[in-house]
T-cell receptor, first 111, second 116 residues
């Protein structure tokens, strides 16, 4: 069975500082990894997925299979980045792309 | 585009009654819809996968007779909580995918269920 771990429930940084939200996973096969974000009073939305290898809102994430990690990074945090961030995994080979979510990390960016 | 709605956004019911929650894809056809449950300050737990025109696939530990799922069309899936009890109180979220679940999932806003 797959598992996603986000070790930090809360993360606080100041505006302009670098930020890294950690995500580790366990899965015996080849996973597809995602980061979802939920802003205050809004629905969950996709931030980025590892197969796209794109940068969204300045965020990037690299899949490290050796360390089974998919940490989310941004060099200069902005106040509008304050939100709940979920790391999620979809196991390849399943027919329906079911997502397993981590516990989430609340990011607060102070002015 | 790719908007998913849920109705109602919140509901309060008496213990023993049944509650139906609707999940609609407004501007795309959803081959697959997923139902999640989220407890306060906790993560989303997948309850079941719903495919249009076929029976839902439930995750281990989820009672299929208690949480009835119907995906009668490509734009609508319903979750009925039967004989609800206070422990069923939770935030229920659906998501929809238009490519057999392998494409991006779009999430609904969630439904807050409170059972008295």
């Amino acid at each position: 069975a797959q598992r996603v771990t986000q070790p930090e429930k809360l993360l606080s940084v100041f505006k302009g500082a670098p930020v890294e939200l950690k995500c580790n996973y366990s899965y015996s096969g080849s996973p597809e990894l995602f980061w979802y974000v939920q802003y205050s009073r809004q629905r969950l939305q996709l931030l980025l997925r590892h197969i796209s290898r794109e940068s969204i809102k300045g965020f990037t994430a690299d899949l490290n299979k050796g360390e089974t990690s998919f940490h989310l990074k941004k060099p200069f945090a902005q106040e509008e980045d304050s939100a709940m961030y979920y790391c999620a995994l979809s196991a390849h080979g399943t027919s329906y792309g079911k997502l397993t979510f981590g516990q989430g990390t609340i990011l607060t960016v102070h002015p | 585009g790719a908007v998913v709605s849920q109705h109602p956004s919140w509901v309060i019911c008496k213990s023993g009654t049944s509650v139906k929650i609707e999940c609609r894809s407004l501007d795309f056809q959803a081959t697959t819809m997923f139902w999640y449950r989220q407890f306060p300050k906790q993560s989303l737990m997948l309850m079941a996968t719903s495919n249009e025109g076929s029976k839902a696939t439930y995750e281990q530990g989820v009672e299929k007779d208690k949480f009835l799922i119907n995906h009668a069309s490509l734009t609508l899936s319903t979750l009925t909580v039967t004989s609800a009890h206070p422990e069923d109180s939770s935030f229920y979220i659906c998501s929809a995918s238009n490519n057999a679940g392998t494409d991006t999932q779009y999430f609904g806003p969630g439904t807050r269920l409170t059972v008295l």
